[in-house]
């Protein structure tokens, strides 16, 4: 089995900031995933990516960068906070993409004064 | 395009009540239909998936049937425990329509008291 480690767990952050959020995992997957969690909304890909180096956007992406400079990380970048913004960040991972299964992090809290 | 719907937001039930949580998908193709379960500081997990039409899935007393007729994937349980009480997720890929990705339902918060 592996893990998948996302932190912070609670982000607090002023508005207009640049707040970054950070994923591990140790399954040795090749893909990696960002989502935006919201109450009633579902979740929303922001980013993923297939291989190290590798990013494309999801149907979220503006106003986040992304970076994967290791195969095991995955960090996003929120480029300037909102304010009253509130939302759980959710990384995934899965061997390739396609019909592979996703493994969830626990997630990362962003509240934004 | 492809979309997922889950019109129930919340929905609480006693221990023992017989679960039915709608989910019905849009798409031109044959997707994969999923249910994901979300427990409380958790991340997402699947729960079960199924691929092809007319077939039942199942896991942990949980059951869904991908019916193409009605492109519905509703979630039921004969008999829920309060250790159920988690946000239920439907979803969806559909690789015949050119896409990979995951299109998820809004979420349904299941509650179930002792």
């Known amino acids: 089995g592996g893990i998948i480690t996302q932190t912070p767990k609670f982000l607090i952050g002023q508005e207009g900031q640049k707040l970054t959020l950070k994923c591990q995992q140790n399954f040795n997957h090749d893909t990696m995933y960002w989502y935006r969690q919201d109450s009633g909304k579902g979740l929303r890909l922001i980013y993923y990516s297939i291989t190290e180096n590798d990013l494309q956007k999801g149907d979220l992406s503006e106003g986040y960068d992304a970076s994967r400079e290791k195969k095991s990380s995955f960090s996003l970048t929120v480029t300037s906070a909102q304010k009253n913004e509130m939302a759980v960040f959710l990384c995934?991972?899965?061997?390739?993409?396609?019909?592979?299964?996703?493994?969830f992090g626990p997630g990362t809290r962003l509240l934004v004064l | 395009g492809d979309s997922v719907i889950q019109m129930q937001g919340q929905v609480t039930l006693s221990e023992n009540d017989f679960l039915f949580i709608n989910c019905t998908y849009s798409?031109?193709?044959?997707?994969?239909l999923f249910w994901y379960v979300q427990y409380s500081g958790e991340g997402p997990q699947l729960l079960l998936q199924v691929t092809t039409a007319n077939n039942k899935g199942s896991s942990r007393g949980f059951e869904a049937t991908y019916d193409k007729g009605t492109t519905s994937f509703h979630l039921q349980k004969t008999s829920v425990q309060e250790i159920d009480s988690a946000v239920y997720y439907c979803a969806m890929r559909d690789p015949s329509s050119g896409s990979w990705q995951l299109i998820f339902g809004s979420g349904t918060q299941l509650t179930v008291m002792p």
């Open positions: 798409t031109t193709g044959y997707p994969t």
């Open positions: 995934a991972s899965s061997i390739g993409l396609g019909g592979d299964t996703q493994y």
